[in-house]
């Protein structure tokens, strides 16, 4: 998955908790990504960051936060999870992040709200 | 919103036959994207095509490109029960900036 690792793997929650899923990545890629994914929506872009510290909205970002301290993780965090946020959250990376570059995807969080 | 969206939907075939699936796009790109996701897996990067091209390949692969229909076909071709996966488009375009977005994708389960 290259070099990309998210954590936790799988995770249960109640409503109301916080949660926040790390991506860590070995590729010193400029652009990082958190999707999510949706039987019938594909993948939908959550928030995206194109460097340290800078980080902007995507898609479906109402509910998300996301922080960027290091080049080689990416945190995203549900400050209050709903049962509507129960998905698969996947994160990606990209050299460039233009639309020609390749994006590489790590193995996926999936994350039950109860 | 969903920029892409593939048909159909599913896709059942045998093993040596091919598969094609088509994905329909609503404003104008730039370049559009192919991947394939294998179950409880990342998306992987299959093959790009530029706006200006019209036809593509790598190894069992043939993507085309039509932009007047906006629309793109995956052809894969002596399909191996080992393509077995979920496939998506992904297409940018002015009103996306630079972010890619992704269709729902097509499942397609070949039979050995």
């Known amino acids: 998955d290259a070099g990309i690792t998210q954590s936790p793997r799988h995770k249960v929650t109640e409503t109301g908790t916080p949660v926040t899923l790390r991506c860590h990545q070995t590729e010193n890629h400029r652009y990082m990504y958190w999707y999510r994914q949706d039987p019938g929506h594909g993948l939908r872009l959550i928030h995206y960051?194109?460097?340290?510290?800078?980080?902007d909205k995507g898609e479906v970002s109402d509910g998300y936060s996301v922080s960027r301290s290091k080049t080689e993780d990416f945190l995203l965090t549900l400050e209050s999870a709903t049962s509507s946020q129960t998905s698969v959250y996947f994160c990606a990376i990209s050299l460039q992040g233009t639309s020609t570059d390749t994006q590489y995807f790590g193995p996926g969080t999936r994350l039950t709200v109860l | 919103s969903q920029q892409g969206e593939e048909d159909p939907q599913a896709l059942s075939i045998q093993e040596g036959e091919n598969a094609t699936m088509n994905c329909s796009y609503k404003t104008s790109i730039n370049n559009l994207q192919w991947y394939r996701q294998n179950s409880g897996r990342g998306l992987v990067h299959l093959i790009l095509?530029?706006?200006?091209?019209r036809e593509k390949h790598s190894g069992r692969l043939r993507v085309t490109l039509d932009t007047s229909k906006k629309s793109s076909s995956l052809l894969i071709t002596a399909s191996r029960a080992a393509d077995t996966a979920s496939y998506f488009c992904a297409t940018d375009g002015m009103e996306y900036g630079n972010k890619l977005v992704f269709g729902a994708g097509t499942i397609l389960r070949v039979k050995s």
């Open positions: 960051s194109y460097g340290v510290k800078d980080t």
């Open positions: 095509i530029r706006s200006n091209e």
